[in-house]
């Protein structure tokens, strides 16, 4: 039906950037919210960024002015772009992406994909 392939994620030293990215495949014919979540261990999954249609974005006050959403409509891809790492930022990140499948719109998750940063 629908898959979404993250890449992008390995270990990195405070300070450093990386950047994820989340590719939607499928039977979609349109594309609406794209959203970034992360699951430190022991911890609740987060809402990281988030980006609508109209490009509007919005971010956890944690990653405010360091981490930047995009996206590419042409490429069905969602991008997270990480400066400035912190120790904190380890976590699995996750995509979450509203995709129109038929005559419905649909949430759909990403596999995950670890992001360790270095102290």
């Known amino acids: 039906q629908v898959q979404l392939v993250e890449s992008g994620g390995g270990l990195v030293q405070a300070g450093g950037s990386l950047r994820l990215s989340c590719a939607a495949s499928?039977?979609?014919?349109?594309?609406?919210?794209m959203n970034w979540y992360r699951q430190a261990p022991g911890k609740q999954r987060e809402l990281v960024a988030t980006i609508s249609s109209g490009a509007t974005t919005n971010y956890a006050d944690s990653v405010k002015d360091r981490f930047t959403i995009s996206r590419d409509n042409a490429k069905n891809t969602v991008y997270l772009q990480m400066n400035s790492l912190k120790p904190e930022d380890t976590a699995v990140y996750y995509c979450?992406?509203?995709?129109?499948?038929?005559?419905?719109?649909?949430?759909?998750w990403g596999q995950g994909i670890q992001v360790n940063v270095s102290s």
């Open positions: 499928g039977n979609i014919l349109s594309i609406n919210t």
């Open positions: 979450k992406i509203m995709c129109l499948i038929n005559v419905e719109w649909s949430w759909f």
